[in-house]
């Protein structure tokens, strides 16, 4: 590329951030794509085992403590079959095999699948563990497969829309035996950032780039929907290409989610603040549930 190719691929840019649409409409970019977008899947599966960052999965010190706790609260025991909805890259799949379970895992992101296939086998789980490369808006396929529990981690629930949540949060019953029990993270209304607010950085690696880049973001609340956004602007300084990316988050009131749960067809959706007070550097901000399916 030459310099004055470079040069006005910067200037398009930024003509292009210049004419925005003030505020963006949630979702208008289509799903939260990046999760299974062929630029960001690598640097995603990255974030995910990043011991010093718990951006896209907690560290293990952390999840050590969750799933202790997650093995009491799910009244789990060795040959439960556990559905791990938006599994990642296996890292509680995994554990959970070791204590004896077999897990079916799901996820969008290709490479947190072949991370999960091959962590359960350098852990000899491997035959317990099955892992599937799947959009977990569709789960048709799982309905009447009585598992013993579920687990939907870390506020991706939160990443759908409301009547994509409401369809998921059924469909999971539906997988489950009755009596199972779902345990359920998503993000405390409370404690979500409604200020809006704008700020930039630049950096050479992380998720957004493995280069020089400028990062600009924008935060949005929409008070009558209860949705945050956030929108990103990535410009990669040596091409000049440019993402765009809204993080869209519906939140949900506590006595919202319990009703949700108890139409989706489970009971006694109870509730945990702060993980119960685990130390984990971000517990304050989360709400965990844990429902039986009726
Ligand atoms: C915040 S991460 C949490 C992963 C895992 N539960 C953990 O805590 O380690 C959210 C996960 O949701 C997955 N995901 C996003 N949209 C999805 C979809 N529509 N279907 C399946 N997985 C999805 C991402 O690929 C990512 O692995």
């Known amino acids: 590329m030459t310099n004055t190719d470079l040069h006005q691929a910067l200037a398009d840019a930024l003509w292009k951030i210049y004419r925005r649409a003030e505020r963006p409409r949630p979702w208008t970019l289509g799903d939260n794509f990046i999760w299974r977008d062929p ?22 010190a952390e999840r050590t403590v969750q799933i202790e706790w997650l093995w009491q609260k799910l009244g789990l025991r060795a040959g439960d079959h556990l559905f791990d909805v938006t599994c990642g890259p296996g890292l509680y799949a995994v554990e959970f095999a070791r204590r004896g379970c077999l897990v079916t895992g799901l996820d969008i992101n290709p490479e947190a699948i072949a991370h999960a296939h091959d962590l359960a086998l350098s852990e000899g789980v491997a035959g317990r563990c099955h892992f599937v ?61 409604k200020q809006e607010n704008s700020w930039w950085f630049t ?92």
């Open 133 to 193: 490369e799947q959009d977990v808006r569709h789960l048709e396929a799982y309905r009447g497969a009585n598992f013993d529990a579920a687990l939907l981690l870390y506020g991706q629930l939160s990443a759908f829309t409301r009547q994509e949540a409401t369809r998921l949060l059924a469909a999971i019953a539906e997988s489950l035996r009755p009596g199972g029990k779902l345990c359920l993270e998503i993000l405390n209304q409370d404690w979500v950032d």
């Open 203 to 294: 950096d050479d690696t992380g998720l957004w780039g493995d280069g020089p880049f400028l990062h600009l973001g924008e935060r949005f609340w929409y008070e009558a929907e209860e949705i945050s956004v956030e929108r990103y602007y990535i410009i990669h300084l040596e091409t000049g290409q440019t993402h765009e990316v809204l993080l869209n988050d519906q939140t949900y009131s506590i006595e919202t989610m319990q009703s949700m749960l108890r139409q989706a067809g489970f009971h006694s959706p109870d509730f945990h603040e702060d993980w119960d007070g685990l130390p984990l550097y971000d517990a304050e901000e989360w709400v965990v549930y844990v429902a039986t399916r009726l």
């Open 39 to 60: 630029d960001f899947t690598g640097r995603i599966l990255r974030e995910h085992l990043d011991e010093l960052d718990g951006a896209a999965s907690r560290v293990s």
